[in-house]
């Protein structure tokens, strides 16, 4: 499937406002009349991460993430008790999941940030999440009110390359980021840049391929990591140009379709 990357700032802010509906007037959709109303009554609020990056890649058509939303400028008590009170579901990353919508969305208090927490990145504006994501590709942020689109340095230029890397390393979920790794680089045919391509080279290592496979089948709809050659892979993960760049799953021609589900 053909994707058409972004070019500009000004055109991805175009289509995150498309993804939210925020450009349609008197729009009745569950995301215009439930989501976003209650968002706005939470405090402050910024979409981050996978739906931008999706939308960046390949438009609204190729979104497959949760939405996931971070809430600041509030109390985080007060954020707390009203998740509780709209039967709201915690994971066990710190965030809370709206089972009342049939859109897929998750929310967090910026205080509870999972880098936050577990002391690696201080995060006490929305700009301080771009430190805090795993991939570098997930390093953006689009807050509500004002409209402002914030990304990491280069974020586009590394779109137009098709290079992924680490953004964040510490991870509560290794296991799972590299199963999302290895599926955007068979079905977005994704280079890694020289940090992700070790990261994914130690944890294949580290882990049974049989476990990656099937947490990759129970994930998923439509799996990936079942098509994938566990040698070949390794190999091509330790055979990166003089910049560490590596190719690791080059022409993917499984019958696995775009676009990605999230784990």
């Known amino acids: ?12 802010t175009k289509r995150i406002r498309r993804l939210l509906r925020l450009d349609q007037h008197d729009d009745q959709s569950e995301l215009s009349s439930e989501v976003l109303p209650l ?41 707390a008790q009203r998740m509780q009170s709209c039967g709201s579901v915690s994971n066990k990353f710190g965030g809370y999941a709206m089972t009342r919508f049939n859109c897929k ?29 795993f991939f570098d590709w997930d390093s953006a942020i689009y ?7 914030t ?50 080279a130690r944890t294949v290592h580290e ?5 990656l496979v099937s947490l990759d089948a129970r994930a998923f709809a439509r799996p990936v990591l079942r098509y994938l050659d566990r040698d070949d892979l390794l190999r091509r993960l330790g ?7 590596t190719k690791p799953v080059p022409g993917y021609s499984s019958q696995v379709p775009l676009p990605l589900e999230p784990v």
């Open 239 to 245: 055979d990166g140009d003089e910049s560490g760049v």
């Open 207 to 211: 882990t049974p391929w049989s476990e």
């Open 105 to 133: 969305v998750d929310l967090w208090h910026i205080e509870d940030t999972w880098a936050k927490t577990a002391g690696h990145v201080d995060v006490v504006r929305p700009h301080d999440l771009l430190r805090c994501t």
């Open 143 to 149: 807050e509500l009110g004002t409209g402002k689109l």
């Open 39 to 79: 968002l706005h009554s939470l405090g402050s609020v910024a979409l981050i991460g996978g739906a931008i990056r999706d939308v960046a890649l390949g438009g609204k058509r190729c979104f497959a993430s949760d939405l996931d939303f971070v809430v600041y400028d509030t109390d985080r008590n007060a954020f």
């Open 151 to 200: 990304m990491a340095p280069g974020y586009l230029g590394r779109l137009r390359l098709n290079v992924m890397d680490v953004c964040l390393e510490p991870n509560p979920n290794h296991t799972g980021a590299l199963v999302r790794a290895l599926r955007r680089a068979a079905q977005w045919n994704a280079s890694f840049g020289a940090r992700l391509s070790m990261f994914a």
């Open 1 to 12: 499937m053909t994707t058409e990357r972004v070019e500009t700032a000004e055109a991805l």
